[in-house]
């Protein structure tokens, strides 16, 4: 049986910043507070743990003082580098650029639109880490929509801005403004709606749909590998499923099912932004123990 890793899965950049940064720090350190996990997959942040890395949550943040502490990939709100600056914490700023970027163009796109007396609207899932972080920009007023059934958040009466998470789907954001569009032309009775849209998506991300599509055709049975909290795993996984329904989900070698590889040829091991490299090959050494 062939077992083959995806060449293109695995950590994207703000990932990996965020890990050498930690592990540089932890290099000479026996300890480093991290706000929130640093990637969404388990067997990473345990792996960073035993190295020292502590996950902390928002409340414990405020109590914390004079001390370092990683903001992750996914970029924090404003509030967190108030608190920063009053309690005299050191930052390690680990925010990918992609997001950094995002969030100085959401809070551009809310003064504008405000003036107009609009909306910001965002595509993402709501209480996610970046999610927050956008909304912070917003002073906590943007709109967070999941998908179509949110869209009764919106005032179709109003002029709407809309941006969306990093990692969600090109085809879910487009299929978002169509909606938006048609039902604010409903509601208005005119066509020339004040709707500007802005495809936020990161082409790291979006780029990997086409290419894990073409990965899952070569393979008879295909194993996704993510943390359970990854909203980019869900999505990517989604991808997989919908081109090889032989597409399994799983977070680590004890979730493989013997079963599953019975009359496969050929395997096929891919995963999302936030599973490590290590992670999917074991993956495979364990499929390969199970078929021998």
Same mark, same amino acid.
């Given at each position: 049986?062939?077992?083959?890793?995806?060449?293109?899965?695995?950590?994207?950049? #703000?990932?990996?910043?965020?890990?050498?940064? @930690?592990?540089?720090?932890?290099?000479?350190?026996?300890?480093?507070?991290?706000?929130? $996990?640093?990637?969404?997959?388990? @067997?990473?942040?345990?792996?960073?743990?035993?190295?020292?890395?502590?996950?902390?949550?928002?409340?414990?943040?405020?109590?914390?003082?004079?001390?370092?502490?990683?903001?992750?990939?996914?970029?924090?709100?404003?509030?967190?580098?108030?608190?920063?600056?009053?309690?005299?914490?050191?930052?390690?700023? @680990?925010?990918?650029?992609?997001?950094?970027?995002?969030?100085?163009?959401?809070?551009?796109?809310?003064?504008?639109?405000?003036?107009?007396?609009?909306?910001?609207?965002?595509?993402?899932?709501?209480?996610?880490?970046?999610?927050?972080?956008?909304? #912070?920009?917003?002073?906590?007023?943007?709109?967070?929509?999941?998908?179509?059934? =949110?869209? $009764?958040?919106? =005032?179709?009466?109003?002029?709407?801005?809309?941006?969306?998470?990093?990692?969600?789907?090109?085809?879910?954001?487009?299929?978002?403004?169509?909606?938006?569009?048609?039902?604010?032309?409903?509601?208005?009775?005119?066509?020339?709606?004040?709707?500007?849209?802005? $495809?936020?998506?990161?082409?790291?991300?979006?780029?990997?749909?086409?290419?894990?599509?073409?990965?899952?055709?070569?393979? $008879?049975?295909?194993?996704?590998?993510?943390?359970?909290?990854?909203?980019?795993?869900?999505?990517?996984?989604?991808?997989?499923?919908?081109?090889?329904?032989?597409?399994?989900?799983?977070?680590?070698?004890?979730?493989?099912?013997?079963?599953?590889?019975?009359?496969?040829?050929?395997?096929?091991?891919? #995963? @999302?932004?936030?599973?490590?490299?290590?992670?999917?090959?074991?993956?495979?050494?364990?499929?390969?123990?199970?078929?021998?």
């Amino acid at each position: 049986m062939k077992i083959e890793i995806d060449s293109n899965s695995g950590f994207c950049f #703000g990932v990996v910043n965020a890990i050498q940064l @930690a592990e540089m720090e932890l290099e000479n350190n026996d300890s480093l507070f991290c706000l929130g $996990d640093i990637v969404h997959n388990s @067997a990473e942040v345990d792996r960073l743990k035993l190295k020292g890395l502590r996950t902390i949550n928002h409340d414990e943040f405020k109590n914390l003082k004079n001390c370092k502490v990683l903001l992750r990939a996914h970029g924090e709100p404003p509030e967190t580098y108030k608190i920063a600056l009053e309690n005299n914490i050191q930052l390690i700023d @680990a925010s990918c650029p992609v997001v950094l970027k995002l969030q100085k163009n959401i809070k551009l796109g809310f003064d504008d639109i405000l003036e107009k007396g609009g909306q910001v609207v965002i595509y993402g899932k709501e209480g996610h880490a970046e999610v927050n972080g956008l909304v #912070g920009q917003t002073n906590e007023k943007a709109i967070v929509i999941g998908g179509i059934n =949110d869209l $009764d958040k919106i =005032d179709f009466t109003k002029p709407i801005n809309l941006f969306s998470q990093t990692t969600k789907s090109i085809e879910g954001f487009y299929e978002i403004e169509r909606e938006i569009r048609k039902r604010m032309i409903d509601t208005q009775g005119k066509d020339d709606v004040l709707l500007i849209t802005n $495809d936020t998506i990161c082409r790291q991300v979006s780029h990997r749909q086409p290419q894990l599509r073409e990965f899952v055709k070569k393979h $008879d049975v295909v194993v996704f590998v993510s943390g359970k909290k990854s909203s980019n795993g869900k999505m990517l996984f989604q991808v997989c499923k919908d081109e090889n329904p032989n597409t399994y989900f799983v977070s680590d070698e004890s979730e493989l099912d013997k079963s599953w590889f019975a009359n496969a040829k050929s395997v096929g091991i891919c #995963g @999302a932004t936030s599973t490590p490299r290590w992670l999917m090959e074991k993956i495979a050494e364990s499929v390969k123990k199970l078929k021998n």
